[in-house]
């Protein structure tokens, strides 16, 4: 099992800047692959960022590439998002999830993820 602890959301003007971070605790943090997803009222989860195991590689939905950047610090057991230039569109509940290294399924799929942290949330005022 692995746990994962969301942190760093709130309430920030249009423009504004937030970072998240999520905590792991569990099973070796550096076995899994890492992603962020939100969900924004009356929609679907949607893919955020991913991040392979060694931080070495990074991938971004569009609408957020060039203005959130994912990382993870292997050492302290924690993944983090630094989001610029927010707007409202990026108002959602945003979770970190966990996929083990040798799982099979796209990075950018929530069925592809096998833990699950119980979100935070993030309000962009325009």
């Known amino acids: 099992q692995v746990q994962l602890v969301e942190s760093g959301g709130g309430l920030v003007q249009a423009g504004g800047s937030l970072r998240l971070s999520c905590a792991a605790s569990?099973?070796?943090?550096?076995?899994?692959?890492m992603g962020w997803f939100r969900q924004a009222p009356g929609k679907e989860r949607e893919f955020v960022a991913a991040?392979?195991?060694?931080?070495?590689?990074?991938y971004y939905a569009d609408s957020v590439k060039g203005r959130f950047t994912i990382s993870r610090d292997n050492a302290k057991d924690a993944l983090y998002l630094e989001m610029n230039s927010l707007n409202a569109e990026d108002t959602a509940v945003y979770y970190c999830?966990?996929?083990?290294?040798?799982?099979?399924?796209?990075?950018?799929?929530?069925?592809?993820?096998?833990?699950w942290g119980q979100g935070t949330q993030v309000t962009v005022s325009s």
């Open positions: 569990g099973r070796t943090f550096r076995n899994y692959g």
């Open positions: 999830a966990a996929r083990n290294i040798y799982g099979t399924g796209s990075r950018y799929a929530t069925s592809s993820y096998d833990y």
């Open positions: 991040i392979s195991w060694s931080g070495g590689s990074t």
